[in-house]
């Protein structure tokens, strides 16, 4: 398989009450607790559950590629339209696509900047 789910990021309108429902009220352990960004400890290695304001009104999953080019040639094979892939956080690269229900999907892949621990989930 190509894909390896390495995020679910939900959108927050109040990230601090969403931080509250999943980690006072739900237990997930905090793992990154800025501003419009809180990320949960999923239970599952390397997956990470989030809350943010990043894609208002949206869901987003984030799935991990070892050949993001190849990955994109294999998406416009199959005739989907797809930007070039763009520089993304972590040091990763990354393309975003919607799914037939307008959410947000990204494809990404480490390069040499990215953490080691983030390289080590697609070897």
Same mark, same amino acid.
């Given at each position: ?24 009220? #739900?237990? #997930? ?30 869901? /987003?999953?984030?799935?991990? @590629? ?5 990955? @994109? ?35 990404? /892949? ?14």
């Amino acid at each position: 398989m190509d894909l390896k789910l390495h995020e679910i990021e939900l959108y927050a309108t109040d990230p601090e009450a969403s931080k509250k429902f999943y980690h006072e009220i #739900l237990g #997930l352990p905090v793992c990154v607790n800025e501003k419009g960004l809180k990320v949960f400890d999923s239970g599952w290695p390397y997956l990470d559950f989030d809350t943010s304001v990043h894609s208002p009104g949206k869901v /987003s999953i984030s799935f991990l @590629v070892k050949d993001l080019d190849q990955f @994109v040639e294999k998406l416009r094979a199959k005739g989907t339209e797809v930007e070039d892939p763009r520089d993304a956080h972590l040091g990763m690269r990354a393309v975003v696509l919607e799914d037939p229900d307008g959410h947000r999907i990204a494809i990404q /892949s480490p390069t040499d900047a990215s953490p080691d621990w983030l390289k080590g989930m697609i070897l």
